[in-house]
């Protein structure tokens, strides 16, 4: 017993990832904790995303199953699970049958070089970001092959859009991502890296987030990818390949139960994931805020509160909304629900605040906190944007952010060397136009 | 523009052959699908998603109700024209006792007249209402649906409180009104138009200059007023298109030249315009009954109609302006109780002849902005 | 680490010449153009695979830096994108005018 | 096998490379004899895959990711895209092989024998690759590439790199120039 609390005391104060470090056992349970908390988070983005557009919406959205709807994700897994599994005669059952998992799969996968922190990453790759793109835009097969072996004209349909659609925005979102690669080669010994958590390491060092850097190029470029990256999710607006008034449910018009719930788990994890890439591109993936501005152990201390904070408020929250409950005998059970999973959300919060946690969940949560932010404008978009037709999704795509973002790169490009480009080019130009002016007067 | 007399049908069977193309498709668009506002089935052909040519297939909710009302009395017809265009079943019955009265030349007293013109500009608004929240919602927008709903809401609140229904609301009858006006009535009504006021200027916030939104509609089924006029194309469309058609204003019945409003017009004829002409609409069915509500007389209700009506032999077309265009009936009387021949000219089936001409060299997405954008409603297409 | 477990250049040669083999055999037997140009993608992954293992033989040689092979295959995965990307481009036009994707039906030298 | 040279561990076990190998080979075949293009285009697609994760094993993670995202992300979208657009369901009920088919296995068969003789020929009982572990520094394997493309100094491959976008060109052109209806 004694070897094993020691064996997690070395691991926990091990400064690699299990990956890097080769250590199969940590790299296990990582991938399982990963597993976990993305299913969480998809349940948990699942509630959210239709309480917050039901309150967009002058609407209530889910109160029946639970207090104030909190079970209703469980409800509707379980129903899911249960309903009958539909392969339409005439489909090409096998294609019909992998291609779910295709998505899922790539829709995990990107997940084993997310960096929760500078050792929270089921491993570091020296190609991080590129296998995150690479692996990300297989997702695409799967919805191809969906809409194709589903045996139909609108999945086909679908399918023929998300594919076009996909490939497209991963062009503008590559010229983004290395604009912002190309700032991590700023040092002494001016290598850049690919590494997810070389990009983060590299944004503490020059103690700016890249979103700042450069401004306005770096702004400019994470719009360019913010754009893009709901377009590679066919999330609103651009969600055509899934447009439910022109193609009923696009490419899996023909799924049902379990199968349509890897679609949707496929989905919200691929949100998650592109945020996760935009988190730690531009936003300093597991930095707390202003990490060299406010430093020192004062600043430390005061923003490893934070968190436990965060989970009191929560807490709090329900607290207030279980003391506006109808006082009515038969919503006892949810008064009670509602005030237990105050009570857990408010534990949770004190536990953050013993020293040990405390320390080491400042990363998780500012991570987690930014992707959230992602989330809930992924949501807010939904709520306020009509949907783009295809040729003017194209145009956005094509004429608008690919432009942009080649002029990005070269500008970033050009500003990084600028010290370069003024001796070596400018001032040489400069010179030789000044004394070809001189010998013509 | 192509003279729409020249299009020809689409032929499904024999592809385009001059060139072979591995993209084109035929697609069926319903009778069940979420964008075509009920069991509209739309047969196209496509070039990848641009529309080659498209055929409407229609008659999924047909009742006969034309037929039916061969075998009703004049009076027990009544309810039946509020189920054809269901969600502005005030004026089908407005339309329809107006031209019976024509019919027995008996005239609704003036304060039956005014509340009348009250619940027909609410039915109006809630009408271009509904098809703002469906229309918004078929362009991808989901939110304008809930924001709509909620307002109707309370013209359906005021509609039932006077007549006890809210949809199939068979609110007037031949010779002026069944029911007085409800203690508070006019006060709910200047109520609710200094509610909605703002809630209209809350849509065209979300809407109005939203980008995406003018992308989706600005150019996109366009027709002209001279085909428009051709196909008979009535209501919001013909006015987008730029003619200044109003019955309300050409022909007035009820007692519209008593009040004063504006008919709006578009330019282009784009979906664009006819959104613009409909927020207008709205607006000035508002002003009227602002209007109306200060000014309603004291009074009967009830011209002198016999229990019994046998109106005398002949016959009349009587047409007013629904939130959907010209809204006609043909009556033909025998002298007996019941009529002969009713016809209905219903605004969304001679509106919706046009959707061909409007999507060609279109994409897909855009038929479905143009079928919401036509504003059809298939209980009035199929009767 | 035992020898024999170990795996060598070799054993990636034999593998790569097996992928290089299929896809000549599909090139040479199959009608549907689809499948030939994938055969032909095939083959570029045979040589591309030698390369990378050659490449991973030169640096136990030259030291870490000398990536020559892996250059080389990012060349040919440049070039296979262009040759997938014409190819299919050619067997768009083609089966628009012929209406099939035989290979065997491209007997002529125009349409 | 040269236990003096210092190197890395191997990335995964040896069985992961039989494995792979295996996955591979019948992806192969099933590219080669499936009748629906798809099948054939999803068969070549887990082919890739297990391909990049050999990759991976040859201590080639740069070359890996390339292979994904172009590879399996951009070129066989492109196929299916294709297969979508033409409808396969006649060439499916066709005959799948050419008349010279017996010909070909031949030509192939004659080819994997010519292999087969360089390799006895060659090795006369030598050791053909007498390697020792690879170096292979961690985290340094695309900044290597990085630098034979693009050093400082003109990289070894820079000439090469700007005929290879000029080719990208022309491909672009020529895809447009042939899938296009009306130019």
Redesign the interface.
Known sequence: MHALVQYIESYLSSDKTPGTAGNWFWATVYVLLVFVGLSIAVIAMNWLERKI?AH????LGPMRVGPHGLLQPIADALKLLLKEDIIPDGADKVVFWIAPFIVVLAAFTVFVVVPFGPTHAITDMNIGILFMLGVSSLSVLGIVTAGWASNS??PL?GAL?SSAQMVSYEVAMGLAVVSAILMTSLNESSTGTLSMIGIVEAQKAQGEWFLFKFFPLGIIAFAIFAIAMVAETNR??F??PE????L?AGFHTEYSGFRWSLFFLAEYSAMIAVSSIAVTLWLGGWLRPFPNLLHGTTWDLAFSFIPGIAFLLLGAMCFYNTARMPKHPLFKIQTIGLAGFGAVLALIGLVMFLPPVRERVGDIFWFSAKVAGFMYLYIWY???????????LMKVGWKVLLPTGLALLICTALWAMRSEVWTQVVVPVGMGFADFVRRLL | MTDPRSLSPLDLDTPDKT?????E?V??MGPQ???THGVLRVILRLDG?KVLGLECVIGYLHRGVEKIAENRTYTMFNPYVDRMDYVAAVSNGLGYCEAVERLLSVEAPPRAQYIRVILTELNRIASHQLWLGTH????????P???TF?DREEILKIFEKYCGARLTTHAFRIGGLQYEAYDGFERDVKNFVSFVKPKIDEYEE??TT?R??L??TKGVGVISGKDCIALGVTGPVLRASGVKWDIRKAQPYANYKNFDFEIPTGENGDTYDRYIVRMIEMRQSLRIIEQAVEGIPEGPIMAKVPKVMKPPVGEVYHSIEAPKGELGYFIVSDGSTQPYRVRVRPPSFVNLQALDLMCRDQ????V?AVIGTLDIVLGEVDR | MHAMTDISTLHYLVLGAALFLLGVIGVLTRRNVVIVLMSIELILNAVNLNLVAFSRYWQSIHGPSALHGQVFAIFVITDAAAEAAVGLGIL?AF???K?TVNVDEVNLLKW | MNPQIAGNPPVATPYFFYGLAAIMIIGGILVITRKNAVHSALALITTLLAQAALYLMLYAPFVAGVQIILYAGGIMVLFLFVIM???IERAEKERQFNKQWLVGIAAAAALGGLFITVYTATTKGRVLFPEGRTSYVDMQNTQGIANLLFDQHGGTYMFAFEIASLLLLVAIIGAVVMAK?RI
């Open positions: 557009l967009m919406q002058v609407r004209h609108y349909i859009r609103a607006p969600d055509l447009a439910e008034s022109e009923t939904r709520g306020t944007f009509p949907r783009y037709r295809f040729d003017q | 060139f072979l193309d591995a993209n498709l697609i069926n699908h979420p964008a998603e918004a919602l078929d362009i991808g927008a989901i939110t649906l809930f924001y909620r979300l809407l939203n995406i939104w992308e989706r994409l897909v997405a855009d479905i | 768009i089966f628009r005018n209406e | 657009l033409i409808s209806k």
